[in-house]
């Protein structure tokens, strides 16, 4: 995550991928290949899916194609929570981290305090 953070703060990289993401018109424009990023942003988002995808299998000794359903709408909560735009162009990976932990609080905080699973 740490590595992630800085790719997206600190490099070309990143700053072509907040450009696209805000307007990808405009990042095409200011000369930036906005095909070919896209096409290397998808190969990193796959292979990281295919990674979580080894780590469930080796955890579990199975494989399930809607296993992380359940938690589909807490990704996205996080997201937001942190700070991200449903529209694109912001967002950091430490708000996105903060946002999880809140969500994380809020989960175990309920258990704690006995409140049934259903509410």
Known sequence: M????????????GKYTYA???NPQSAARAGIN???HLLAIYLIAAAFAA????????RFAAGAANA???ILLDSIAAVVIGGASLFGGTGT????LI??????VFEF???FIDVNAFW
């Open 51 to 58: 990674i979580g995808g080894i780590v469930y299998t080796a």
């Open 34 to 36: 906005v095909r070919r």
């Open 93 to 96: 990976v430490i708000g996105t």
């Open 99 to 104: 946002g999880a932990l809140i969500i994380a």
């Open 2 to 13: 740490a590595f992630m953070h800085f790719v997206l703060s600190q490099t070309k990289f």
């Open 20 to 22: 696209i993401g805000g």
């Open 68 to 70: 992380g359903e359940p």
């Open 109 to 111: 905080g309920l258990v």
